[in-house]
């Protein structure tokens, strides 16, 4: 039983499920998201949850090598219906340079789960046992 959970929750934190976790490294979205707090992610896996989107939803998307968490404070649309989402962290003065294209979203806070680095950082360590 030990092993098949230990299998599930990896399954969870490589995101296997709709459902992962994503670890928050910078304090752009504080004060609601610090640095150290946990994320869950809802993956956006239809084409139609991109139109469910709405300003005010915060976000998980891919810019180059680096993973952002960022507000949608506006969403734009061409002519042809091609959306874009123009985002801010909380803690930042201005709107993030780029908007968002659909593609690049991987998919919706839905939890904060604060300090799991605590946890995270104490989980990695090498366990020494005393040899008596």
């Not at 670890?23 to 949850?49: H, Q, W």
């Not at 219906?81 to 780029?98: A, H, I, P, R």
Request: glycine share 6%.
């Amino acid at each position: 039983a030990q092993f098949f959970a230990s299998i599930m929750f990896y399954w969870f934190c490589i995101g296997v499920f709709p459902i992962y976790p994503n670890v928050i490294l910078t304090g752009s979205m504080e004060p609601g998201i610090k640095p150290g707090d946990a994320v869950i992610i809802k993956k956006i896996s239809e084409e139609e949850d991109i139109y469910k989107l709405a300003v005010g939803d915060v976000i998980n998307f891919d810019r180059g090598e680096i993973n952002i968490t960022h507000r949608i404070i506006k969403i734009e649309e061409d002519s042809a219906g091609n959306l874009q989402f123009v985002t801010k962290g909380d803690n930042n003065k201005s709107e993030d340079v780029q908007p968002v294209m659909p593609n690049d979203i991987n998919g919706t806070v839905i939890k904060t789960v604060p300090k799991v680095e605590f946890w995270h950082f104490w989980s990695k360590q090498e366990k020494k046992f005393p040899i008596t």
